[in-house]
């Protein structure tokens, strides 16, 4: 049995067979999932004055797999429970956004204690498929994540004006967050005007772009009491965030530039009012140099803390 290091200071098993017990709780025990999430200790609460930093792996359920120039990073399941685990370990990760699959995964292995929970809810929009904007909610649904105990659920909402399925995604988008809000439940919606060039889907994130995509997301629902803004860091983000009055967690994306140019960008956008956190994935779980448990640590380290920890 050799280890592979996947952090500076910590290795990681590489046995095929490390998982394998999952399988077995699988086939044998599915309810053990649910008892997980009953017995679960839940995160101390949410405060203003402290900033929240989620880790997001709901990825490969979209069929988006590369990070850089690698097609299939995140196509290995036990490579990137290693890494979740890491990036789980560090005390200044709050939680994680997560789809069915690898929300269930890390309940079975107790990796969620004290952590915020954020499920993905629309995954339909695969990508690269031809009707990529009619992104239908195939993953969890307001109704199981409130069984789990979580404390909310995440929306990508694309909007391309020049798509007809843009409508069916906006509807079907405001029927969850209302489903949300009726069990008190936070919904982070992540909104993108966005084109399609060449067959495939680019985002636009110009500083207009951005500001005009929350301005028709935050009037999504019957109520915006318990919605969030998730929101890339983009050019004149003080503009972005005059732009809500919502909390706003900033994602990182599939990030370009070194890795201390994109923390220079996100430290700055972090002292910004209305920025409650973070919410990155693989920018964090695939650093180049694979010191996942110091890209994490660095992350940690931007966020703002003004207030003590809930009791």
Known sequence: MTLTPVSTGRAVDDDPRR??????????????VARAAKSRRRHPGLKAGRQNFIVAADHPARGALAVGSDPVA???RRQLLDRLQIALANPAVDGILASPDIMDDLLLLGALDGKLVFGSMNRGGLAGLV?????????????????????????LTRICLGDPD???????????????????LIAMVEPFLSVRENGR??????????????GIAEGLGSTSAYTWMKLPVVAEMERVMAA?????????????????????????????????????????????????????????SLLHHTSEIPE
């Open 201 to 214: 889907v680019r985002n636009d994130l110009s500083t207009n772009a951005v500001i005009k995509s929350i």
């Open 131 to 155: 009707n990529e904007f009619d992104d239908r909610f195939t993953g969890h649904t307001a109704a199981a994540l409130e069984a789990l105990g979580a404390d909310g659920g995440k929306m």
């Open 244 to 300: 809500t009055t919502m909390p706003t967690v900033l994602l990182g994306g599939d990030p370009e530039g070194s890795q201390d140019e994109v923390f220079a960008t996100w430290g700055a956008a972090l002292s910004l009012p209305g920025v409650q956190g973070l919410t990155v994935g693989r920018t964090l779980l695939y650093p180049e140099d694979g010191d996942v448990a110091g890209a994490v640590a660095s992350a940690a």
């Open 74 to 76: 995140m196509a290995d």
């Open 166 to 184: 843009t409508v069916a995604t906006l509807e079907a988008t405001a029927k969850a967050i209302d489903s949300l809000a009726e069990r008190k």
């Open 19 to 32: 998982y394998e017990h999952l399988s077995t709780i699988r086939l044998e025990d599915p309810e053990a």
